[in-house]
């Protein structure tokens, strides 16, 4: 039985799933977009370290793992691809993270949606409906956590969905949906990557 989460909640992922071995995390959305309108939403995940001041900060610009850099350094974080118009049935994309095989220096992954050419398109995530992330067992197909974004962010060009973070040697998931004004390359930047 999954874990509804609300905006802010976490989840101890381990504890929930004794003897979790591989995740699953997989994102949907619903474009409402004007007639003939191309709407691109890509998902993306960073590996980071957290810096002096308790930020998440990438380990390197490898630890980008997207739709064109689909595989982590050490294997264990593989992105699906890209998804160009979220109107199939079931996850748009889909995230997969071996557990044990996460680089030991990562301590948290932020998931992020951006909107590809948002700014040039005038496109915002106030045409996007029923988001949402759900976190599987990927060894079984179970449900551990979901999170709907039902907030608006009519104005925002990018949502962080969650986060997966390691504390106390476990794994965990904590439901976000902050929005921002940015770009994929301005969020590379804010995690201390180079674009």
């Known amino acids: 039985m999954s874990t509804m989460l609300e905006t802010g909640h976490r989840i101890n ?3 929930t799933a004794p003897g979790l071995k ?3 995390i997989g994102l949907g959305w619903k474009v409402n977009a004007a007639a003939g309108q191309a709407f691109d939403l890509d998902s993306s995940v ?5 810096d002096a001041g308790d930020q998440p900060v990438m380990l390197s610009n490898a630890h980008f793992v997207y739709y064109n850099h689909t595989t982590s350094p050490d294997g264990a974080v593989v992105h699906s691809g890209d ?4 109107d199939k049935d079931g996850d748009d994309e889909v995230i997969t993270v071996d557990l044990a095989r996460v680089d030991p220096a990562v301590v948290e992954m932020p998931i992020v949606v951006t909107i590809h050419e948002a700014e040039a398109r005038k496109q915002t995530f106030g045409r996007v409906n029923d988001a949402y ?7 079984t197909g179970e449900v551990i956590a979901e ?3 039902d907030e608006d962010y009519a104005d925002k060009t990018a949502l962080q969905f969650g986060s997966l973070y390691r504390k ?3 794994w965990r998931f904590q439901a976000v949906g902050a ?3 940015l770009n994929l390359a301005t969020f590379i930047r804010k995690l201390g990557g180079t674009v």
């Open 179 to 181: 929005g921002f004004k």
């Open 22 to 24: 591989r995740v699953r």
């Open 83 to 86: 998804n160009r118009t979220g």
């Open 133 to 139: 992330v759900k976190v599987y067992n990927d060894d």
């Open 147 to 149: 999170y709907d974004l």
């Open 13 to 15: 992922l381990e504890k």
């Open 46 to 50: 960073f590996l980071c370290r957290k």
């Open 168 to 170: 106390d040697g476990e």
